[in-house]
């Protein structure tokens, strides 16, 4: 063996042995590697993933909320038998559900305006141009305090009118008798009338259906001869 191939093995062997040498030459390619994945793979997935996902992505546009009434004789009021899904249906490009509509009440229970909440500032000036058009309704901005506020009787509660000053709630409740009707305090007032007070008594139930199968079987029954009149409140 020549002097010179003598000199390269013994070199060779001496890097083997070298523990410095065996891990630097391992960390080389993984700190490459892991500089890689970083700029093009696993770095750049989870922002891919973020844009994309649609919980993560914040909306440009938020919600809107609005005061919906009418203006017929410059009196602003709603009609007392209009429904929640009137007022989707005449406001059918905005994207409104029975959940986005609330009610405003007096104190004599008639509907004053309804309150509306739009999935966005753009639905919300839709209604507004829808509004205008028709010419019978107007639509105010409200703030989202003012919509969280209002409570809403979702067509859970029936509005009894008539019934007898003198009637307890054993009476009510025996008028009632049949119904799924959550049981007393029942909420009772005077309201004005002619030629005397017209006592109304507020029924909760359980479930829609049950406030809708009582006035459909209720409504102009008799409460201790006096006959009553019903009414579901949205």
């Known amino acids: 063996m020549s002097r010179l191939a003598a000199a390269v093995l013994r070199r060779g062997v001496a890097a083997s042995r070298d523990p ?5 030459a391992a960390s080389v390619p993984a700190s490459a590697r892991l500089f890689s994945a970083d700029a093009s793979g696993e770095a750049a997935a989870p922002a891919a993933d973020s844009q994309n996902d649609p919980f993560l992505k914040a909306s440009s546009e938020g919600l809107a909320f609005g005061r919906f009434y009418s203006n017929i004789g410059g009196v602003n009021r709603l009609e007392k038998n209009m429904l ?5 249906h005449h406001l059918d490009r905005c994207g409104l559900s029975l959940d986005d509509v609330k009610i405003d009440y007096n104190r004599g229970f008639n509907p004053l305006c309804a309150l509306l909440r739009f999935p966005s500032k753009a639905a919300f000036t839709t209604a507004i141009r ?17 919509w969280d506020l209002k409570q809403s009787f979702d067509g859970k509660a029936v509005l009894l009118q008539g019934v007898p000053r003198n009637a307890l709630p054993e009476d009510i409740e025996r008028f009632l008798c049949g119904t799924n ?13 002619v030629p005397e007070p017209i006592r109304m008594v507020l029924v909760k139930f359980r479930t829609k259906t049950d406030a809708m199968n009582a006035f459909i079987t209720k ?4 409460c201790l001869n006096n006959q009553v009149s019903m009414r579901v409140l949205q």
């Open 84 to 88: 929640k899904t009137d007022i989707i």
């Open 20 to 24: 410095s040498s065996s891990r630097l």
């Open 130 to 146: 829808q509004t205008s058009q028709s010419r019978l309704y107007k639509m105010d901005t409200i703030s989202r305090d003012e």
């Open 219 to 222: 409504n102009r029954g008799f």
């Open 181 to 193: 009707f959550e049981p007393p305090p029942f909420e009772s007032f005077l309201r004005p009338g």
